[in-house]
Every structure is written in structure tokens, then in C-alpha cells.
């Protein structure tokens, strides 16, 4: 089992950027593919990235490519999300999560472990 937490949320203007981290408990965290997913009010939760376990190969949302990047840090136990160039409409609530196997998928019900989410607000 693993355990998720999320940091790096907050308020920033249109243009700008924000680091997102997700630290896992435990020894195992380089046995999980992990992604970054959003949900928006009224709104289902949606891929943003991910990443294999070995951090080798990285996915991207559309919406997320050229602005965004995931990465890892097995060492440390953690998983970021670099947000770049924001825009208004990727105001959501963040969510880290985890799936056991090498490899990542884009829907949320193939991911077992979930974070509390952390709330990304930009303004334009």
C-alpha cells in the first residue's frame, strides 16, 4: 500500500507557474506508474500526466504538452508535476495517484491509491 500526499498548490496569476510534489509513504514507490489528474467544479476528473515507474516514458494530455512536466524522484519518493505558462481554465483541484506495474494508464479507475488533491487557482 502507499500513501499519497500532495503539496504545491495555491493562487497565481495567468502566465505563470507552479510546482506541484507528491510524496508516497513507504519502500515500494518505484514499483508504481504514477499520474497527475485535475478535477474542475462541475467537471469529471481528467488525466493531465504520468509516468512509468521507471520514470523512462511520460504521457501528456493535450491540454498539458509543452506547459507541463511530470517527474520522479524514486530516491526520494516522489513525484512532481512542473506547470508552466498556466492558464485560467487549468484552475482544479490536483490529485497525485498510483498504480502497481511498470506502466501508467490515462483512466482514473486503473490508478488503486489517490492523494487528498491540492487546489491550483489561476487568474486572469
Known amino acids: 500500500q502507499v500513501q499519497l500526499i500532495e503539496s504545491g498548490g495555491g493562487l497565481v496569476q495567468a502566465g505563470g507557474s507552479l510546482r506541484l510534489s507528491c510524496a508516497a509513504s513507504g519502500r515500494t514507490f518505484s514499483s508504481y506508474a504514477m499520474g497527475w489528474f485535475r478535477q474542475a467544479p462541475g467537471k469529471e476528473r481528467e488525466v493531465v500526466a504520468a509516468?512509468?515507474?521507471?520514470?523512462?516514458?511520460?504521457y501528456y494530455a493535450g491540454s498539458a504538452k509543452g506547459r507541463f512536466t511530470i517527474s520522479r524522484d524514486n530516491a526520494k519518493n516522489t513525484v512532481y508535476l512542473q506547470m508552466n505558462s498556466l492558464r485560467p481554465e487549468d484552475t482544479a483541484v490536483y490529485y497525485c495517484a498510483a498504480r502497481g506495474g511498470a506502466y501508467y494508464y490515462t483512466e482514473p479507475t486503473q490508478y488503486s491509491y489517490w492523494g487528498q488533491g491540492t487546489q491550483v487557482t489561476v487568474s486572469s
Open positions: 509516468i512509468t515507474r521507471n520514470g523512462g516514458t511520460t
